[in-house]
């Protein structure tokens, strides 16, 4: 049966899920992280461990296709705007800490005797920290938004980038070069430049009329299809013409940050790079050479340690010359001192030019993997001598000071424009997302930047930004569709303020009850001021009319009050009451009680629903 499994392709599949399943959770629990659950199953799984499997070359290749959709998955955070913000942390601390780190790292391995080949793979390999690991740690203790955290993520955003002209570098270092005459190298250059130019025409002029077609037909499998289509045929494009998949990847990534389909596509494209990335990380574990490991095993525990203390002794440095304080710099070096999966990618590209051999290869994987390891290790036992209070200092304060706001807006229609014109006008960064592509549109024309995004989904609201906002605003007209979101959103985010269009009253008293920030029905204060609109129409004064407009709305707040009290004792929750409560308060001197009196009881069911 085994044996026909096997034949069947199934046996590899499935022992890969187990242990992926069974490691992840236990090294999360430990706090480790799910990239060292990953690369210990690997390990254990693989040749060198239980040998459950013994091509992980096979899975590997498979396993790129992770980095691929990783590196389009930043290319899409690329926007000019915020690429532009970040520009002096990402291309001026990200190249000073990046050039320092990889002279000093690389002086360490030519110390160690190393050619100087090596020693620079090596080095390079080391400043690629390990985005996973760090921006897990980043956000279970919140810190993404801080300014230290988004100086970390502009660093490894140019880390990331950097993995492009490092290959390159690989590839002009081989012995096996071949030099090609000058007609060949200018053609060659010409067909790159025509693939770049080809996909960024694509990208301009095609992509989004094609996920408008696709979205009008209401078909979320076809919206997955051709989301991976974008990424395999981008990266396809690039490979074909003598560039890196990566490079494709990362520009149509760049090309589509500013599609209103941007955080659809991110949330269809997420799950095939998680699992694919993890699937990278396992092939990664499989090819560790334990033989090779145990027979340099001083070599190598000697190199982690060197390495990793210059790197941190280096981060520490730029950040307190780029004027961060003790705590912030000593924290930066910490969480940046390992190394990260792009060394992996690297190491394999040099292995295959014939730059270091497998020996090598084997024994650089295995001071990344090791840095990995100790690097949540060395975060535990640098709280012990990093201050709370003296991490918070000015640049927490800076930017408690400077923050206008993350407000997510879902449900783009009459109600969502008109209130979000208030957010806009005061300068608050607002997320806009919404499914109706016709208004998306129209939306556009009138400068407004829309994204389309279904607000019942986890993974839209997760890349629209939900986990970080601190407002969210459901403003969509359907009452199915708003009680789904609320659910979603007070069970995903509870940190953040929930205010909600109701339809009526009748959801409105629903939307009570599920704990909602905030709640307006639709019509109610519009009808208000059409109502004294009225009035002055028929000669009355503004006065008269600004005491009625506010008995009505302060006699429907009573009466709202009192039926959710009403349902509470009907469920049992027992609240009680005195019979004075129940009683109405004294209406306004402006307003006869008799005529009042037949308003309500004329008006009471439409009212109700109102």
């Known amino acids: 049966m085994a044996a026909e499994a096997h034949s069947l392709g199934l046996l590899s599949p499935v022992i890969l899920l187990a242990a992926a399943v069974i490691a992840v959770p236990i090294f999360k629990r430990l706090g480790l992280g799910s990239v060292l659950g990953y690369l210990i199953a690997g390990l254990i799984i693989g040749p060198f461990g ?35 913000n970040m520009r002096r942390d990402i291309f001026g601390l990200g190249t000073l800490q990046i050039t320092f780190c990889t002279i000093g790292l690389t002086a360490i391995g030519l110390l160690y005797g190393f050619a100087w080949q090596i020693a620079f793979i090596g080095a390079a390999g080391f400043v690629l920290t390990s985005t996973a690991i760090v921006m897990q740690i980043l956000g279970d203790r919140g810190d993404l938004s801080q300014p230290n955290g988004q100086k970390i993520v502009a660093i490894l955003l140019f880390e990331d980038l950097l993995i492009v002209p490092l290959l390159a570098i690989v590839a002009f270092m081989s012995p096996n070069q071949v030099v090609e005459s000058t007609p060949d190298r200018l053609k060659d250059i010409g067909i790159a430049l025509v693939a770049i130019a080809g996909l960024i025409a694509a990208g301009c002029w095609l992509l989004n009329p094609l996920f408008k077609v696709l979205a009008a037909a209401k078909a979320r499998e076809v919206m997955t299809a051709a989301a991976l289509l974008v990424v395999l045929g981008a990266a396809l494009l690039m ?18 940050s500013q599609s209103t389909f941007r955080h659809q596509i991110e949330a269809d494209i997420e799950p095939f790079r998680g699992i694919l990335l ?94 990995m390891i100790f690097t949540p290790l060395l975060g535990i036992l640098a709280k012990r001598f990093i201050s709370p209070k003296s991490s918070a200092s000015l640049d927490h304060i800076e930017v408690a000071n400077n923050l206008h706001g993350r407000v997510l807006l879902i449900g783009f229609g009459r109600f969502g424009q008109v209130a979000s014109q208030l957010l806009l006008a005061r300068g608050v960064d607002v997320t806009l997302i919404d499914t109706d592509i016709n208004m998306i549109q129209n939306a556009t024309k009138f400068g407004f930047k829309i994204y389309y995004g279904d607000g019942t989904r986890l993974d839209i609201l997760h890349a629209s930004g939900a986990a970080n906002a601190q407002a969210i605003m459901v403003c969509v007209d359907d009452k199915e569709t708003t009680n789904r979101i609320v659910e979603l959103v007070k069970h995903e985010f509870p940190l953040a303020k929930l205010l909600v269009r109701s339809y009526d009253r009748e959801h409105s008293l629903s939307l009570v009850k599920k704990d909602v920030d905030y709640q307006i029905r639709e019509t109610f204060e519009s009808a208000l001021l059409f109502g004294g609109a009225t009035l002055d129409a028929l000669g009355v004064e503004s006065s008269e009319i600004h005491a009625i407009t506010k008995e009505i709305r302060e006699l429907d707040k009573e009466r709202f009050e009192t039926e959710i009290a009403a349902d509470d004792i009907d469920a049992g929750i027992g609240f009680q009451f005195s019979n004075t409560e129940h009683q109405p308060r004294p209406t306004s001197p402006l307003i006869k009680p008799k005529t009042h009196s037949q308003i309500l009881n004329d008006s009471d069911k439409s009212a109700m629903k109102q």
């Open 50 to 84: 239980f040998a459950f499997i013994h091509d992980p070359a096979s899975i590997l290749h498979i396993a790129e296709l992770g980095i691929v959709m990783y590196l389009f998955i930043i290319g899409m955070e690329m926007q000019p705007s915020h690429l532009w």
């Open 278 to 371: 993890g699937l990278f990380f396992l092939s990664v574990g499989m090819s560790l050479n334990l033989s090779v490991v145990q027979n340099n095993w001083l070599l190598i525990l000697s190199s982690v340690i060197a390495l990793m203390f210059t790197k941190a002794v280096l981060i520490y440095f730029v950040a307190r010359l780029t004027k961060s304080s003790h705590a912030v710099a000593l924290d930066r070096a910490v969480l940046m001192a390992q190394g990260g999966e792009f060394a992996f990618v690297l190491f394999t590209a040099a292995a295959s030019a014939q730059v270091i051999d497998e020996t090598i290869k084997s024994n650089l994987t295995a001071i990344v993997v090791l840095s």
């Open 239 to 256: 490979q074909v013409s003598g560039l890196s998949m990566a490079m494709g990847a990362f520009l149509a990534g760049v090309l589509l």
